[in-house]
């Protein structure tokens, strides 16, 4: 079945360095890619998506690339701020089950000072 | 744009106790869902609804009864709440099922079992 896979669940940055989050998915069907970012005590909100193989999506600073070859879609940051504390979530919308997005466990990115 | 309303905000129970939440959208969304979020943890799925007539299990949906009373409004029934039990309850609503459709979170229920 479709699944995603968040290998880190916790990480802490100093402010004004880079970030990269890992995202790899399994689906057999064409995928549809997803970043959700979650502030303390706030709903998940979009913060980017893709399904174009090798086309770089951003927003708000962030980016990522949907890489099919090798089944990933990592958000970056060249320079991270204390706002961008939050719970990071990949999600994956395949073909196999209409409707349902399937959610990576999330990484916490705690920035400091 | 458009809001989703989740009640109640915060819901304690006892154990064994039968406890029902609400979501309202009025984004005119085809389709809504019901996430489990355990502290700091990732959603989980429990019940959705691709359109007005239609009810479908997610990956945890044992324990848990749903309704879609209209296209507005999606229940979720805890059927017998576990003691010391802690999690937050996550509606979200899209316009359709399926391809790039985004999906848009309420605020949740936080539920509490004593």
């Known amino acids: 079945g479709d699944s995603v896979t968040q290998t880190e669940g916790l990480v802490t940055l100093t402010k004004g360095l880079p970030v990269m989050l890992n995202c790899t998915y399994q689906t057999t069907y064409s995928p549809f890619l997803f970043w959700y970012v979650q502030h303390l005590n706030e709903a998940p909100k979009l913060l980017l998506k893709s399904s174009t193989d090798n086309k770089r999506t951003e927003h708000q600073g962030f980016y990522a690339t949907l890489h099919k070859s090798s089944s990933s879609f990592h958000l970056q940051k060249s320079s991270v701020q204390l706002s961008d504390s939050a719970l990071y979530f990949c999600a994956l919308r395949g073909g196999s089950a209409l409707g349902r997005l399937h959610f990576g466990a999330g990484t916490q990115l705690i920035v400091i000072p | 744009g458009g809001i989703i309303t989740q009640t109640p905000k915060f819901l304690i129970g006892q154990e064994g106790q039968k406890l029902t939440l609400k979501c309202q959208q009025n984004?005119?969304?085809?389709?809504m869902y019901w996430y489990r979020q355990d502290s700091g943890k990732g959603l989980r799925l429990i019940y959705y609804s691709i359109t007005e007539n239609d009810l479908q299990k997610g990956d945890l949906s044992e324990g848990y009864d749903a309704s879609r009373e209209k296209k507005s409004s999606f229940s979720l029934t805890v059927t017998s709440a576990q003691k010391n039990e802690m999690a937050v309850f996550l509606c979200a609503s899209s316009i359709r099922a399926g391809g790039y459709a985004e999906q848009f979170f309420g605020p949740g229920t936080r539920l509490t079992v004593l």
């Open positions: 984004f005119n969304h085809d389709t």
